[in-house]
């Protein structure tokens, strides 16, 4: 089945510190990853996609096929950053998108 | 543009009432979806339209959910009878074909809160 998990449903940092949010993914195809974000009180928007190989805001993430996942990265959290992030997983030829339960970050002073 | 519009921004009902909510993508995009956000579930897929036609409904949790798209600037999303336990946010987006980017854009959503 094709899935999209991420582990953790709350992640809280301090401002600075590394951060990871993880995302594992069930398929057996050839997969498209994107990360979204939604900031308190603002739409969905795409952060990045994994084909675009860019860092948005300082985030990046990798494909990593042999272990299944895509986890994004970044070095330095900004309290800025404080959202709720989605991993999302395209399968096929088509336009539809399966989601992971979402992670919020908090980012504390 | 205004980008994925959605009405009304909050909705509360009581148990047994009708509920529709409305969607308009952005214009020239065609593919239409249906999400529903909770904090158990997360953001589930209810379904997507490709060119007004429904492709895939599987998501749509029984029967008292229906999705209509009469043309390519409108869509509802109808819950007849509602209960409590469809009380969440709810999603539409919209994105272009499936050449190129592959970006979909969402709406500000509509807060439902069935008593």
């Known amino acids: 089945a094709q899935r999209v998990t991420q582990p953790e449903k709350l992640l809280s940092v301090f401002k600075g510190a590394p951060v990871e949010l993880k995302c594992n993914y069930s398929?057996?195809?050839?997969?498209?990853l994107f990360w979204y974000v939604q900031y308190s009180r603002q739409r969905l928007q795409l952060l990045l996609r994994?084909?675009s190989r860019e860092s948005i805001k300082g985030f990046t993430a990798d494909l990593n096929k042999g272990e299944t996942s895509f986890h994004l990265k970044k070095p330095f959290a900004q309290e800025e950053d404080s959202a709720m992030y989605y991993c999302?997983?395209?399968?096929?030829?088509?336009?539809?998108?399966?989601f992971g339960q979402g992670t919020t970050l908090q980012v504390k002073p | 543009d205004a980008g994925v519009i959605q009405s009304p921004r909050h909705e509360v009902t009581e148990m047994g009432q009708e509920v529709t909510l409305r969607c308009k993508p952005i214009?020239?995009?065609?593919?239409l979806f249906w999400y529903r956000q909770t904090m158990m579930r997360g953001l589930e897929l209810l379904i997507y339209?490709?060119?007004?036609?429904?492709?895939?409904d599987s998501g749509m949790p029984e029967d008292r959910f229906s999705a209509k798209m009469p043309n390519a600037s409108f869509s509802t999303l109808k819950i007849q009878p509602s209960e409590p336990r469809d009380s969440a946010v709810y999603f539409c987006?919209?994105?272009?074909?499936?050449?190129?980017?592959?970006?979909?854009?969402f709406g500000p959503g509509t807060r439902l809160t069935v008593l």
């Open positions: 987006a919209s994105r272009p074909g499936l050449a190129g980017k592959s970006e979909q854009f």
């Open positions: 398929y057996s195809g050839s997969p498209e």
């Open positions: 994994h084909i």
């Open positions: 999302a997983l395209r399968t096929g030829n088509t336009g539809k998108l399966i």
């Open positions: 214009s020239g995009h065609d593919y």
């Open positions: 339209f490709n060119n007004n036609v429904p492709i895939d």
